[in-house]
């Protein structure tokens, strides 16, 4: 608390009242409703609890989401795949039967190959022989409208429930069945038939083959089928949560639609262009954009028939089990944060009812009113903090009386440090006329000194913190010197400066501290003449300044020390060239130091290039 009444020098009572108001004191006192302890403990409880349960929701509903959405694609495409299995299934059983009926000589080939000129008998016979078989093979196929038989002159066989295609070769598929090979079955589109019973029409797609004999094709066979296989197999394939759509790959056209009554339609051409830029071969998945609603679509091509089946989900029916969950999990996790802040809320009112006792005493000491206390009994850093300001209330008295008097003695030295104060100028007058008494004398040694003493006087007595190359070696030659009557020629030394580098700038003393040190640690308990070498150059971007002695040198760990200011060097220091040099210029410069012990020792500054016109950047 002293410093802080030094510090802000305080001068009265009145002085302590007016620091206690501007802040300079430890506790803010002017709590209101929007920025005491309580609210702030609950603001920042409740960020805590929001922050860290948003993190954890977003990162479940994240994975948990996209797990869903795998898990409901692998559900859709696993279900879209059976059914196509099963409708291929179906398909290729009925096209068995085609095959067979195509190739059967006993009950086909023979009558479709026979003499056209039959008489009633023979045609009565044929057509019974021929519809035996194909009863046989009609079986328990519930999915066969019917099977029929016919030659090229237009006569015909039938058994089923829709009636036969009299008008057979006025059909747009019959020359595509007539010129088949005969091993692939020729797929035909769903059309509209007669039914036999009822006289209305059904809607069929069929399978048909060509009947060859002899290289040579004798007529055809087709097996219709109900087209309602593709409601009994595709209409709960996706469990009423989407649409199933069948695709003919040759002509775009849609044979299916799971969600329509009408079939044999186109969709809107914008919605399936979409889905059919997403197709690829084989089966998989995509997500797109269908009007303003996100789908799933997922596709399965059947070679049998190329076609393709599409399903196609909204993804807001695919994850609406997940929504639930996710609603469920934001519910909890609202009553939580709930219950978080009801719990914090009481917390905060019990933890901060003697700090409100306390903030009610300072109030006090606010309004000038030293002579307070208050009783607070908790073990707690509250009570601890209760204590500790009865002990500065008391402290306060004690140093409100003892700052007077300090400030009445401190004016007192003041005034003697003025009245003791030399200037300057009258020491750099008096050293020019010890200058003159000497060159009056002829005594040239204190002439000597004098004229170096007034060129360190002269560089040490400017305000500028940073000098020229050039004024830092007049400085540090005067100061050698002055050195060379000190040491009675103990050293001799050697500048050597390169001539572009005298206009940059460094800061002021620079070298004095690094060359007193080796004359001091190097040369000085020499026992033969030291040597001591200055040398500055240019080395790209940098400036350095070398200083090299012939002295006792050093070994490694001292070296380290003096690097780690462990050992304090003569006058101000080579830690503290480091140190300014740091301040300066960064970590990237400083000061680097090589010895060998009795044999010498080198010290290199490095600093940067700065010309007068830069300097204002480093002061």
Avoid at 142 to 160: C, F, H, K, P, T
Avoid at 179 to 191: A, E, M, V
Avoid at 367 to 394: A, H, P, W
Wanted: with cysteine.
């Amino acid at each position: 608390m002293k410093k802080y009444l030094t510090s802000c020098k305080i001068n009265s009572a009145l002085q302590f009242h007016q620091y206690w108001q501007n802040g300079c004191g430890d506790v803010q006192v002017n709590f209101s409703f929007l920025y005491s302890v309580k609210y702030k403990y609950l603001f920042t409880t409740l960020v805590l609890i929001f922050f860290f349960a948003f993190i954890v929701i977003y990162l479940w509903y994240s994975g948990a989401s996209s797990y869903a959405e795998k898990s409901a694609v692998t559900f859709v495409s696993g279900a879209l795949k059976t059914s196509n299995d099963n409708f291929e299934i179906a398909l290729k059983d009925i096209n068995q039967i085609v095959s067979y009926a195509a190739v059967n000589e006993e009950n086909v080939i023979s009558v479709l190959s026979g003499s056209q000129e039959k008489s009633s008998r023979d045609i009565l016979a044929d057509n019974r022989k021929i519809e035996t078989y194909l009863l046989s093979l009609f079986g328990f196929h519930y999915y066969l409208s019917q099977i029929m038989v016919a030659d090229l002159e237009g006569r015909y066989y039938n058994v089923g429930i829709t009636l036969p295609y009299t008008d057979l070769k006025e059909q747009s598929w019959y020359n595509d069945v007539l010129n088949s090979d005969g091993d692939k079955p020729t797929i035909i589109l769903p059309h509209y038939v007669n039914d036999n019973y009822t006289s209305t029409r059904s809607l069929v797609f069929s399978i048909a083959k060509p009947v060859i004999s002899n290289f040579r094709v004798i007529g055809i066979i087709i097996a219709d089928i109900k087209f309602s296989i593709f409601d009994d197999i595709f209409s709960s394939s996706l469990e009423n949560s989407g649409t199933v759509l069948m695709v003919d790959n040759l002509t775009g056209k849609v044979i299916y639609r799971s969600d329509s009554q009408n079939t044999g339609f186109s969709p809107d051409e914008r919605d399936l262009q979409i889905i059919a830029n997403g197709l690829g071969p084989g089966s998989g998945n995509f997500s797109t954009v269908i009007g303003q609603e996100s789908v799933l679509v997922v596709y399965n091509h059947l070679a049998f028939t190329n076609w393709t089946t599409i399903g196609i989900i909204p993804k807001d029916s695919l994850m609406s089990n997940f929504n639930k969950t996710r609603n469920t999990a934001l519910l909890v996790s609202l009553l939580f944060c709930i219950l978080v802040m009801t719990m914090s809320f009481l917390t905060s009112s019990l933890l901060t009812r003697n700090l409100l006792k306390l903030n009610k005493a300072m109030k006090n000491i606010d309004r000038d009113n030293l002579d307070i206390s208050i009783n607070i009994d908790t073990k707690d850093e509250i009570g601890q903090l209760y204590r500790q300001f009865n002990s500065m209330v008391l402290r306060i008295k004690s140093l409100i009386a003892d700052i007077k008097k300090t400030e009445n003695e401190k004016r007192k030295s003041e005034i003697k440090a003025l009245q003791a104060q030399i200037n300057p100028h009258f020491l750099y007058n008096t050293l020019n006329t010890i200058k003159f008494l000497a060159v009056m004398q002829r005594a040239e040694n204190i002439k000597n000194v004098s004229e170096s003493l007034l060129s360190l006087l002269f560089i040490t007595m400017s305000e500028k913190s940073f000098i020229t190359v050039e004024d830092e070696i007049k400085y540090i030659t005067s100061y050698l010197n002055i050195q060379k009557y000190k040491y009675s020629g103990k050293f001799i030394y050697n500048v050597s400066v390169e001539e572009d580098t005298c206009k940059y700038m460094l800061p002021k003393l620079l070298l004095q501290p690094i060359v007193e040190n080796s004359l001091i640690h190097g040369i000085a308990p020499l026992n033969s003449q030291g040597i001591i070498s200055i040398r500055i150059y240019r080395d790209e971007n940098m400036l350095k300044l070398l200083v090299r002695d012939n002295g006792c040198g050093m070994d490694e760990e001292k070296i380290r020390l003096i690097l780690d200011n462990k050992i304090q060097s003569a006058g101000i220091g080579i830690y503290n060239v480091i140190s300014r040099i740091k301040l300066y210029f960064g970590e990237e410069y400083g000061v680097t130091i090589q010895s060998e012990p009795f044999v010498n020792t080198t010290l290199e500054i490095a600093i940067p290039l700065i010309s007068e016109d830069k300097v204002d950047k480093y002061v």
